[in-house]
């Protein structure tokens, strides 16, 4: 198990490190000057000097990445060029705000995705299954944007539940951003709830087709032993695996959704940055988002060895 | 709980079948029959016999699509139909344990192996958690597993097949069941492992006076060492019943005669004895013929067998479902089917050498990883096959036997250049043969013809059948060939099937027509040498008896010589002239297959032919133990391979020292051993004796 850990750790490293060279290298190589793109068309050549002494663009380029790096990773993530504040609480701040809302979304629509998967795999093809399939499949097809307005419509100003815009304030609590996180997690959660309770089914299915269900069903054990303890631990592992990588869409990927809310997440941020061509925070936002996907993929596979004794015990 | 006079099982005229679509095919018909406490009883049967079937009827476990359309079986005094699914449940485990195939899938893979046998103690015994661990150790202990508590711990994968499968039998007594159903419970194991396994069920069976078993298998001789009393099945029907000695004497169904001449008995050859395969195919339930089932394969069958046969009473204890059966047994009517027309080869004739095989090795390197490299570690060698030399005559079989992970495999697709060899020489009618497939001359490739194990893998699903004929004789015949459809009708005819066939898809094709379509294909060159890996393993006795009586026959007309690769000791030693025993990549022994049973025996061979279970109940056998498993070849032992599991180990010597060759002068067998030829046959007895015709083998 530990080797195990220790060589995706490893393979986690080298993914960082050639994914930092490639942000780094894009952001170079964009058509024109990158003080110029920062500054706008019209910027006089006096300033567009000053911006690339600031930034080093003058060093040879892997000075430059070295120093990115360094910066990066000691914390000097430096200054958005258009807030002109410093990136790094900017960013934490909102990564604080998406990993709540993460947290909601997953605690969600865990329990929901599995429950309906299950109980659509151990009903395969009767009712049950069909009546799940269609629902779910018709909410993965609309888009957040008009699910989201259709819950603001119905919680929001319908019943007064949860508040139809999520303004959080920096210092704000969890419990109480709670109410504001509901309908933006359960828009995220509708995204994810079909293709995991899908996941789910096929995983019972084909569990419960193996001769070991058999084996258990005949040592006379209720029907509800035989589904916890032997087939789902089996019949969730490919769903396992799945939902811990999409942690990584949920904190980071999560735009539309944020942006129908007014959500102070990640993704806005993202848009914000792009919106204003500020290199800086580009990077750092792609920056953390790399590394939260490799988080994410590292935990997906953990996971998947903690339940697969074949890979726990080592090959 | 079962505590009445009557019969422990009781079924009584049950029909089960299966909806496929609107309609109801019936799998198991009108099938009685009854089991004692304490009896063992064994069903034997083919593919498609609803041997499987009636077994889970009895255990009430059918799919959704299956039913009891008649009938009724009785367990004790309840009728099992009437059950709540709560009483079935304490029945399940409880009362009627099942000992199910291919153990590995059959247990959890993500479950320790301890819980998996505690729960069921925890369940019907309602015992604590520590208390349910404690005893499935001790019931891991009686099926002979050494360390219980490390198997507790382990899971699945970490064990082997005879293991785990020991582990399910375990688990199966830990609750001391009144029946204990066994479902081919060593289909999935080598002949060494098998022979433990069955001693171990023998020896339970006998220790437990009030375990009741029934056994379900396709195997006659396995049930001919376990059981009491044996149920034959065909098509759905019970066609005969009788305790097993009188059943194996003389059998009143005419296909039960069939089954038994079909058995390649260990220790005949082709020479002395002829198979007798059953003409024609088992019948699906969409195709059952009118009135006894067994009718159109039948030698005997008259007028009287168009209307459908009660299962006749006998006597003796003795039901069989055959109009005729008096007749059989006053023996005025010969059941068995008729002998097939062939020439017999003459033996031993030495025409010069077809294949000539010298010291050839093929070694598989594993590469170590990154971090095993950083610690200074080399990948290791795995050596498939170690230096094996063979001669194959021309017009001559030679039979190459070996369990699984002997190497046989891989030094048949050295032969046939599917891998390359990593030392040696090969020369084939005097030409040399490169390694590689790639490198090799048309006039090789055409020459030396290959038939696998599984024939649905080995044609192209795609491709009909007069096609997949076509093209070898197009492109790999010598000669120039004029009309090839008329060629490939030929060669249809020269495997038994109808030149129609040519039109057909694999798909439209029974197991065994496939496999002669193989051979076909394989013999459309006109091969000096065909290589067989297996190529009767995956089929049924009946369909693999006349399979070998083809390749005989084909060899026969054609002077082709045959490299023929097994496990099953009896089959190569009836079809083969010499016979070549292979473990851990290196050959034990070589023989001529008529001197393969007399001592002296290598160990290995020793203990191969101890293992074999024997088609006559009365047989004697020796028994010979082996310790352990079969090593890696990553991990080879050093001396002599079979040093760590050999019951004649002598010391150091087998550890430190490779053995020699013994043999005798004037040929004959030779032996990969350090006793000595004297030693050896005044230590070994003969390993087994028939009982009817007190031959010695």
């Given at each position: 198990?530990?080797?195990?850990?220790?060589?995706?750790?490893?393979?986690?490293?080298?993914?960082l490190?050639?994914?930092?060279?490639?942000i780094f290298?894009?952001?170079?190589?964009?058509?024109?000057?990158?003080?110029?793109?920062?500054?706008?068309?019209?910027?006089?050549?006096?300033?567009?000097?000053?911006?690339?002494?600031?930034?080093?663009l003058d060093?040879?380029l892997?000075?430059?990445?070295?120093?990115?790096v360094?910066?990066?990773?000691?914390?000097?993530?430096g200054?958005?060029?258009?807030?002109?504040?410093?990136?790094?609480?900017?960013?934490?701040q909102?990564?604080?705000n998406?990993?709540?809302?993460?947290?909601?979304?997953?605690?969600?629509?865990?329990?929901?995705?599995?429950?309906?998967?299950?109980?659509?795999?151990?009903?395969?093809?009767?009712?049950?299954?069909?009546?799940?399939?269609?629902?779910?499949l018709?909410?993965?097809?609309?888009?957040?944007?008009?699910?989201?307005?259709?819950?603001?419509?119905?919680?929001?100003?319908?019943?007064?539940?949860?508040?139809?815009?999520?303004?959080?304030?920096?210092?704000?609590?969890?419990?109480?951003?709670?109410?504001?996180?509901?309908?933006?997690?359960?828009?995220?959660?509708?995204?994810l709830?079909?293709?995991?309770?899908?996941?789910?089914r096929?995983?019972?299915?084909?569990e419960?087709?193996?001769?070991?269900?058999?084996?258990?069903?005949?040592?006379?054990?209720p029907?509800?032993?035989?589904v916890?303890?032997?087939?789902?631990r089996?019949?969730?592992?490919?769903?396992?695996?799945?939902?811990?990588?999409?942690?990584?869409?949920?904190v980071?990927?999560?735009?539309?959704?944020?942006?129908?809310?007014?959500?102070?997440?990640?993704?806005?941020l993202?848009?914000?940055?792009?919106?204003?061509?500020?290199?800086?925070?580009?990077?750092?936002?792609?920056?953390?988002?790399?590394?939260?996907?490799?988080?994410?993929?590292?935990?997906?596979?953990?996971?998947?060895?903690?339940?697969?004794?074949?890979?726990?015990?080592?090959? | 709980?079962?505590?009445?006079?009557?019969?422990?099982?009781?079924?009584?005229?049950?029909?089960?079948?299966?909806?496929?679509?609107?309609?109801?095919?019936?799998?198991?018909?009108?099938?009685?029959?009854?089991?004692?406490?304490?009896?063992?009883?064994?069903?034997?049967?083919?593919?498609?016999?609803?041997?499987?079937?009636?077994?889970?009827a009895?255990?009430?476990?059918?799919?959704?699509?299956?039913?009891?359309l008649?009938?009724?079986?009785?367990?004790?005094?309840?009728?099992?139909?009437?059950?709540?699914?709560r009483?079935?449940?304490?029945?399940?485990?409880?009362?009627?344990?099942?000992v199910?195939?291919?153990?590995?899938?059959?247990?959890?893979?993500?479950?320790?192996?301890?819980?998996?046998?505690?729960?069921?103690?925890?369940?019907?015994?309602?015992?604590?958690?520590?208390?349910?661990?404690?005893?499935?150790?001790?019931?891991?202990?009686?099926v002979?597993?050494?360390?219980?508590?490390?198997?507790?711990?382990?899971?699945?994968?970490?064990?082997?097949?005879?293991?785990?499968?020991?582990?399910?039998?375990?688990?199966?007594?830990?609750?001391?069941?009144?029946?204990?159903?066994?479902?081919?419970?060593?289909?999935?194991?080598?002949?060494?492992?098998?022979?433990?396994?069955?001693?171990?069920?023998?020896?339970?069976?006998?220790?437990?006076?009030?375990?009741?078993?029934?056994?379900?298998?396709?195997?006659?001789?396995?049930?001919?060492?376990?059981?009491?009393?044996?149920?034959?099945?065909?098509?759905g029907?019970?066609?005969?019943?009788?305790?097993?000695?009188?059943?194996?004497?003389q059998?009143?169904?005419?296909?039960?005669?069939?089954?038994?001449?079909c058995?390649?008995?260990?220790?005949?050859?082709?020479?002395?004895?002829?198979?007798?395969?059953?003409d024609?195919?088992?019948?699906?339930?969409?195709?059952?013929?009118?009135?006894?089932?067994?009718?159109?394969?039948?030698?005997?069958?008259?007028?009287?067998?168009?209307?459908?046969?009660?299962?006749?009473?006998a006597?003796?204890?003795?039901?069989?479902r055959?109009?005729?059966?008096?007749g059989?047994?006053?023996?005025?009517?010969?059941?068995?089917?008729?002998?097939?027309?062939?020439?017999?080869?003459?033996p031993?004739?030495?025409?010069?050498?077809?294949?000539?095989?010298?010291?050839?090795?093929?070694?598989?390197?594993?590469?170590?990883?990154?971090?095993?490299?950083l610690?200074?570690?080399?990948?290791t060698?795995?050596?498939?096959?170690?230096?094996?030399?063979?001669?194959?005559?021309k017009?001559?079989?030679?039979?190459?036997?070996?369990?699984?992970?002997?190497?046989?495999?891989?030094?048949?697709?050295?032969?046939?250049?599917?891998?390359?060899?990593?030392?040696?020489?090969?020369?084939?009618?005097?030409?040399?043969?490169?390694?590689?497939?790639?490198?090799?001359?048309?006039?090789?490739?055409?020459?030396?013809?290959?038939?696998?194990?599984?024939?649905?893998?080995?044609?192209?699903?795609?491709?009909?059948?007069?096609?997949?004929?076509?093209r070898?004789?197009?492109?790999?015949?010598?000669?120039?060939?004029?009309?090839?459809?008329q060629?490939?009708?030929?060669l249809?005819?020269?495997?038994d099937?109808?030149?129609?066939y040519?039109?057909?898809?694999?798909?439209?094709l029974?197991g065994?027509?496939?496999?002669?379509?193989?051979?076909?294909?394989?013999?459309?060159?006109?091969?000096?040498?065909?290589?067989?890996?297996?190529?009767?393993?995956?089929?049924?006795v009946?369909?693999?008896?006349?399979?070998?009586?083809?390749?005989?026959?084909?060899?026969?007309?054609?002077?082709?010589?045959?490299?023929?690769?097994?496990?099953?000791?009896?089959?190569?030693?009836?079809?083969?002239?010499?016979?070549?025993?292979?473990?851990?990549?290196?050959?034990?022994?070589?023989?001529?297959?008529?001197?393969?049973?007399?001592?002296?025996?290598?160990?290995?061979?020793?203990?191969?032919?101890?293992?074999?279970?024997?088609?006559?109940?009365?047989?004697?056998?020796?028994?010979?133990?082996?310790k352990?498993?079969?090593?890696?070849?990553?991990?080879?032992?050093?001396?002599?391979?079979?040093h760590?599991?050999?019951?004649?180990?002598?010391?150091?010597?087998?550890?430190?020292?490779?053995?020699?060759?013994?043999?005798?002068?004037?040929?004959?067998?030779?032996?990969?051993?350090?006793?000595?030829?004297?030693?050896?046959?005044r230590?070994?007895?003969r390993i087994?004796?028939?009982?009817?015709?007190?031959?010695?083998?």
């Amino acid at each position: 198990m530990w080797r195990y850990f220790l060589r995706r750790l490893g393979f986690l490293l080298l993914t960082l490190v050639v994914t930092s060279i490639i942000i780094f290298l894009v952001t170079r190589w964009l058509p024109g000057d990158v003080a110029r793109v920062i500054l706008g068309r019209e910027a006089g050549e006096a300033a567009v000097a000053q911006v690339r002494e600031e930034l080093g663009l003058d060093d040879p380029l892997p000075v430059q990445y070295v120093d990115w790096v360094r910066g990066f990773v000691v914390g000097e993530w430096g200054l958005s060029y258009s807030t002109r504040t410093e990136i790094l609480p900017l960013v934490t701040q909102r990564l604080r705000n998406s990993l709540m809302l993460a947290v909601v979304t997953l605690v969600l629509a865990v329990p929901l995705a599995v429950g309906l998967g299950v109980l659509a795999g151990l009903n395969e093809d009767r009712w049950v299954d069909s009546l799940i399939s269609v629902a779910s499949l018709s909410v993965v097809g609309l888009p957040e944007f008009v699910t989201g307005l259709i819950l603001i419509q119905v919680f929001a100003f319908g019943f007064g539940l949860f508040p139809a815009t999520s303004l959080i304030s920096p210092d704000a609590g969890f419990f109480e951003a709670l109410p504001s996180l509901i309908l933006p997690a359960v828009t995220a959660m509708l995204v994810l709830l079909a293709y995991i309770a899908r996941l789910v089914r096929s995983g019972v299915i084909e569990e419960l087709k193996q001769p070991y269900v058999r084996t258990a069903a005949l040592k006379g054990l209720p029907y509800r032993t035989v589904v916890v303890r032997h087939v789902l631990r089996n019949a969730l592992l490919p769903a396992v695996t799945v939902l811990a990588i999409s942690i990584g869409w949920l904190v980071s990927g999560l735009i539309v959704v944020e942006n129908v809310f007014n959500y102070p997440g990640m993704g806005r941020l993202f848009i914000f940055a792009v919106d204003r061509r500020d290199l800086p925070l580009i990077q750092a936002l792609t920056m953390v988002t790399v590394l939260i996907f490799a988080f994410a993929n590292l935990l997906a596979d953990m996971a998947y060895a903690l339940l697969n004794p074949q890979i726990r015990l080592g090959e | 709980m079962v505590n009445h006079n009557g019969p422990l099982l009781d079924i009584d005229d049950l029909t089960v079948g299966y909806r496929q679509g609107e309609r109801r095919l019936e799998a198991v018909r009108h099938v009685s029959l009854r089991i004692w406490p304490g009896q063992s009883v064994g069903i034997v049967g083919e593919s498609g016999s609803g041997k499987t079937t009636l077994a889970m009827a009895v255990m009430r476990y059918l799919p959704p699509e299956g039913q009891i359309l008649s009938g009724t079986i009785r367990f004790g005094d309840r009728e099992v139909q009437d059950l709540s699914d709560r009483d079935m449940r304490d029945l399940w485990g409880g009362q009627i344990a099942l000992v199910p195939q291919g153990a590995r899938s059959a247990l959890n893979p993500s479950m320790r192996l301890g819980d998996q046998a505690a729960e069921i103690l925890r369940y019907h015994r309602g015992l604590s958690r520590k208390a349910a661990h404690e005893q499935a150790r001790a019931s891991f202990e009686r099926v002979q597993l050494g360390d219980p508590e490390r198997i507790a711990r382990a899971y699945p994968h970490q064990l082997s097949g005879g293991m785990l499968q020991r582990v399910l039998i375990a688990m199966a007594l830990s609750t001391e069941p009144a029946l204990l159903v066994l479902d081919e419970p060593t289909s999935s194991l080598d002949v060494t492992t098998q022979a433990e396994i069955l001693k171990l069920v023998r020896d339970l069976i006998r220790g437990e006076q009030h375990t009741a078993v029934l056994y379900i298998t396709h195997n006659l001789s396995v049930v001919a060492q376990l059981c009491d009393r044996v149920a034959v099945m065909y098509a759905g029907d019970l066609v005969e019943d009788a305790g097993t000695r009188p059943l194996y004497r003389q059998p009143l169904h005419p296909y039960t005669r069939g089954l038994l001449d079909c058995v390649p008995v260990l220790g005949t050859t082709k020479h002395e004895v002829d198979l007798r395969p059953i003409d024609g195919q088992i019948p699906g339930p969409e195709s059952r013929p009118q009135g006894c089932v067994f009718r159109p394969r039948c030698p005997l069958a008259i007028d009287v067998c168009e209307t459908y046969p009660p299962l006749y009473d006998a006597g003796e204890e003795r039901r069989s479902r055959c109009h005729r059966w008096e007749g059989i047994r006053a023996g005025e009517l010969d059941p068995a089917q008729p002998v097939p027309a062939r020439e017999r080869t003459p033996p031993g004739e030495r025409a010069g050498t077809a294949l000539d095989v010298k010291d050839i090795s093929v070694h598989f390197f594993e590469r170590a990883s990154l971090p095993q490299r950083l610690r200074g570690e080399r990948g290791t060698v795995v050596r498939a096959v170690d230096g094996v030399s063979l001669t194959l005559g021309k017009g001559r079989t030679l039979g190459l036997v070996g369990e699984s992970g002997s190497g046989k495999t891989t030094l048949a697709r050295a032969i046939i250049g599917l891998v390359a060899r990593t030392s040696g020489t090969i020369e084939f009618l005097d030409m040399a043969v490169p390694p590689k497939l790639a490198g090799r001359s048309r006039d090789i490739y055409s020459a030396l013809q290959v038939v696998f194990q599984d024939p649905t893998d080995a044609l192209n699903p795609f491709i009909g059948v007069g096609e997949a004929l076509r093209r070898p004789v197009q492109r790999l015949r010598t000669e120039k060939v004029d009309d090839a459809d008329q060629v490939v009708a030929a060669l249809l005819e020269s495997v038994d099937l109808s030149p129609s066939y040519a039109l057909r898809l694999p798909d439209e094709l029974s197991g065994g027509e496939k496999q002669r379509v193989a051979v076909a294909r394989a013999f459309a060159p006109n091969p000096a040498v065909l290589l067989a890996d297996e190529p009767v393993s995956s089929l049924d006795v009946s369909v693999q008896a006349s399979l070998l009586n083809l390749l005989d026959q084909l060899q026969t007309e054609h002077g082709t010589a045959i490299l023929f690769i097994s496990h099953d000791v009896a089959v190569v030693g009836y079809l083969a002239d010499d016979i070549a025993v292979i473990y851990l990549g290196e050959l034990m022994e070589v023989s001529p297959a008529s001197a393969l049973f007399d001592p002296p025996y290598h160990p290995y061979t020793e203990a191969l032919l101890a293992s074999v279970p024997l088609l006559d109940p009365d047989a004697e056998q020796r028994e010979v133990q082996l310790k352990g498993d079969i090593p890696s070849p990553s991990a080879k032992p050093s001396g002599c391979p079979f040093h760590t599991r050999c019951p004649r180990f002598l010391g150091d010597i087998c550890v430190e020292q490779r053995p020699p060759w013994r043999e005798r002068e004037g040929g004959g067998k030779r032996y990969f051993c350090h006793i000595a030829w004297d030693d050896l046959v005044r230590q070994q007895e003969r390993i087994f004796r028939f009982s009817e015709t007190g031959k010695e083998v």
